[in-house]
Each structure stands twice: as structure tokens, then as C-alpha cells.
């Protein structure tokens, strides 16, 4: 991990946050070659989750009024259990200072963390004496506005702004359910104490999407695409399966086809951008693990040099957040669904007297009325409650009546339920780069080399002349031109030896290298040379756009554009 991280530090892909002064834990910055390949990564996303779903992708804001964490839960379910020195004043999350100082797992409540602490004497890396576990929740707060303000917070998730705004989103989509909704931006955890780098980050990025289905809905109509997959699954009793995803359905080890539909889709996304399979896994939540809006969940995680990392989560949230955004706002979060033939129904309904209401109610008769005629009974009650305005009336029989009717219903009012794979892509972004490190020996030299997929790699295309003097340098850059030109992402570098150059760019994972050399000025043709077999072949210079765009999204063999030129 050490060699991997230094690799990443000097050449550019992760730095550091507030380095000058001193760092601080939980934050990275993205350097270059790191900020484009978590890009290339997010538009793989976007192609697999938002392009090729009945979806679409929205922004919204990173800080959110407290109303809206009240309603989600966050602000009293979004806590871990902390423990602070005595001594030295250091604070630790504690499930984790126990699992590492003892080797055991413990209830993240305060009262079994007390417990833990007293049967063994849990002591400080100081020896200092802890204070007693207390609570503590993990979001930022904010103040919005001069003044006092308005209390706000750093959202925790991108999800809750989806939920916030579904009204519109429904009446976007015309209220035709499936629909899915996508966001990719920041969110942020006040984590108690991150050790991890990039595991465990206080500000970090995700990429979420909504699916929001009928209630009763098991089925998704694009199931055959993965039902034939394999793929490692443990469930939530530690039982480990390798089978087909349609089995899985069909054994009730994953629930229904929509949790297994992006299982599959995960997966094959995962793949794309370079997780390898054998290192990859969805394991399942098991009963007290999982967070208080889901019923359902399967962790993707992938084998790192940390060990087995979540990476992503597809949980199911059914209509919690609606149901709860719609309580504390007021608003009506459902969406009407028409049967495909009516269906006539008879009902027992109250008929209000306006008559007798008027009098009595004057003003808020008219809402009483309506409130009446939306109930439905099964007897014939001598009073019933109803809400007006957040007030509750009691209303006695003598204001209504109770008949027997025979209605048409075309369709019903349902608030959808709600599937989320949610992907956490610092973690994600950082276990393609482990994946992707090797060592290998070449001319007898040890290499280091990151095996990037082609698509993914931040720099496509590398062009060194093979003399650092004109005009070897005049015609490279001549090439650079015509490249980037063509939409691909080239470098150039004309300082120290072609075979250090040829290093350098296998290190940071680029694809592929061209050389001008002494040739070129004879017939205009460059070698291109493949980062991971060491192979060149000569190719005219008016032949390479088209024969690197070829490469650089598919896997074929740089040896079926011309004819091996050497090995370096």
C-alpha cells in the first residue's frame, strides 16, 4: 500500500489536502492525472446509469435546511459512538479503537461500548483513562444567512435533494413509473477519526441514482441482460454463493429482480472501468446493520491492501423518504397510477350535510366537507376525526351521512418505492488504481506499471521524439497537434532518455507512446509502442487518429495495424 500510495503522491494523481500546513485527516486532493480519471470514470457512469436508463441527471445544492435532515432522519439516526481521552484530549469512533486494540466487533451503542470499555479496561495509545462513550452525529453544520441565520447542514448523501424535488421529477417523467434519478456531486461526514487516506474521507464524492418503482412492482423489464451473470454473493448469514443472478432470485437469496437487475449492471460497470472480478463481491447487510431508511441492501466490495472495502451500495429504501418528506412538508409525493381497464368498485362513503356544516363551521366548512368526503368507512361510525389546516375536528353524525356507492376507479395513488445503487467514487477510483498496479521485469530492469484500462487512463497518448533537438521535436509536437485536435488526451515530453520516458508513462498508465525518430523524415511513419506488452509497429502519421481511437476503446492488439518493429 505504501509503494502504491508514494507512486500516486509523486506522479500525480492524489495529494494531500492543506499540505503546506501540516494536513488534515479525512481530506485529498485530486491532482491531474487523478481528477481525469475520476472524470473518464463518472462518464462511464453516466453512460451505464443515466444513458442507458429511463433516467435523468439533476444538481442540487451541498448544504440543505434542516427541515429536510429532520424529515430524512439524519438529524437523530446519523450518529457512530465516540470516545474521548482524559489525557490527551484525542477522540476515536469506537467500534473501530475497539476492533483494533481488541480484536473484537461491538454494538455501536453507547451501552455495549461502556460495557466493552469497563470489562477490559480500554485504555488511550497514552494510557490515559477515556471518558464515558457519548454519541455523536456526523454531519456539518452551517448557518445560512446573516445573523443567527437559519440552521443548515452539509448533506450527508446527494439522495435527499432527489427526494426533496421529486414532485417535479414526477411531472417530468409524466408520472410513468419506472423512472430513475441520477446526481453526481459531493457530500460530507464529519468522521470522528479517519486513518484510511482515501477509504475514510470528511468530504467525498459520490454518484447515486433514485429508481422509483410501483409498490408492488418485483420485476424489471430489462432483467435478461444480467440474469445469466455469475457473480459471488454473500448473504446476510455469511453463506458464500457463485451463481447466476437469475438463480439468485429464484432461491430468495437476492429479494427480487430490480436489487438483482443492478447487481448485475454494477457489475459490469465495475468491470468496465477496471475492479477485478476475481477480487470483487456483494455481500449483503445483514439485519442490524443496515441504515434506518433501507429494508434491503448489497454492498459491492472489492479486495484491497486494506482489506475488503465497500465500494458501493444498492439499497432498498421502499417509500421512506417520500412518506417522510410528505409528513413534514405537507406535500403530496404520490403519483397516480391508471389501471390498464377500469375497475368499478362499491364503497361506503360520507356524504356531507352543507346545510348544517355552514352554521356550525362557517369559514373551514368548505374544508370540512372535503375532509369528510375523502374517508371511507366500513360501518356507519357515530363521529369521525378529520384534520383541517393541522387542527383536529371532531365531526358528529348529525353533519353527515353514510351511503353506499358504486364508482368507477380508473386508476390508484401510490407513493413509489425506491431502489438506490449508490457509489462512493473516491473509494471506487482508488481500487482501479490498486488493481490496475504491476511489476514486471523488462531488458532486466524491474518496471512499475499501471495496467489502467485504455478508456479510463488519464493520459491516452504520450509523443516523445526520440532526440531531445529539432527536428525531432518540431515534428512530435506537429503530432501532438493533430491529436489533440481528434479529441485525444496527449502529452508530450522530450526530456531524458526515450527508454526513462517509456517508464515514466507506463508508470502512470498511459496506453500508448509515439516516437518520431530518424524513419519518419524518410516515409512519415512513427512507431507506436503498447504499454503493456512493450510491442511497437511503425504506422503512417496520416493513419494514427484513426488507429488510436480504435485502440483506445477496445482491447485489440496494437500488432493488427502493422508489423512489429521491436521490443523496448
Known sequence: MSEIMEMLIRRGYLWQSFEIYGGMAGFIDYAPLGNNLRRKIENIWRRYFVINER????????????????????????????????????????????KEKLGIEVDETVEAVKEVMEVYDLKCECGGKFKDPAPMNLMFSTTIGPGRGKKGYLRPETAQGMFVDFKRLANFFREKLPFGVAQIGRAYRNEISPRQGVIRLREFNQAELEFFVHP???????????????????????????????????????????????????????????IKDEKLRFRQH????????????????????????????IADRTDYDLKRHSKYSGEDLSVFVPYEEPVKVRKRKIVPILSKLGPVFRQKAKKVA??????????EPEEVE????????????????VQDVEEEVVGEKVIPHVIEP??????ITYSVLEH???????????????????????IEVAVLPLLSREPFESKAMEIVQILRENGIFTDYDDSGSIGR????????????????????????TVTIRDRDTTSQVRVKVSKLPEILKELLRSERDITEFGEVFRQV
Request: glycine content about 6%.
Open 436 to 458: 490496475s498496479f504491476d511489476k514486471d521485469v523488462v531488458d532486466g530492469e524491474e518496471r512499475r506499471v499501471l495496467r489502467l484500462k485504455r478508456w479510463v487512463s488519464p
Open 422 to 427: 449508490s457509489f462512493g467514487l473516491d473509494r
Open 55 to 98: 433516467a435523468a441527471e439533476i444538481d442540487t445544492p451541498t448544504i440543505g435546511i434542516e427541515e429536510v435532515f429532520i424529515a430524512s432522519g439524519h438529524a437523530t439516526s446519523f450518529t457512530d459512538v465516540a470516545i474521548e481521552c482524559e489525557s490527551c484530549g484525542r477522540v476515536y469512533r469506537a467500534d473501530h479503537y475497539v
Open 286 to 313: 445483514k439485519d442490524d446493520e443496515r441504515a434506518h431508511y433501507a429494508t434491503d441492501c448489497w454492498d459491492a466490495e472489492v479486495l484491497t491492501s486494506y482489506g475488503w472495502i465497500e465500494i458501493v451500495g
Open 216 to 274: 408492488g412492482e418485483k420485476k424489471h423489464p430489462n432483467f435478461s441482460l444480467y440474469a445469466n451473470d455469475v457473480v459471488r454473493l454473500v448473504d446476510k448469514f455469511d453463506n458464500e454463493h457463485e451463481m447466476k443472478l437469475e438463480e439468485a432470485v429464484e432461491k430468495g437469496i437476492i429479494a427480487n429482480q430490480i436489487l438483482a437487475y443492478f447487481i448485475g449492471k454494477t457489475r459490469r460497470f465495475l468491470l468496465e472501468i477496471g
Open 386 to 401: 378529520v384534520e383541517v389546516d393541522g387542527e383536529k375536528i371532531k365531526v358528529t353524525k348529525e353533519f353527515f351521512e
Open 501 to 524: 520516458r517509456y517508464r515514466r508513462y507506463d508508470e502512470i498508465g498511459t496506453p500508448f507512446c509515439i516516437t518520431t525518430d530518424h524513419q519518419t523524415f524518410e516515409d512519415d
Open 370 to 379: 372535503e375532509a369528510l368526503e375523502s374517508l371511507n368507512v366500513e360501518s
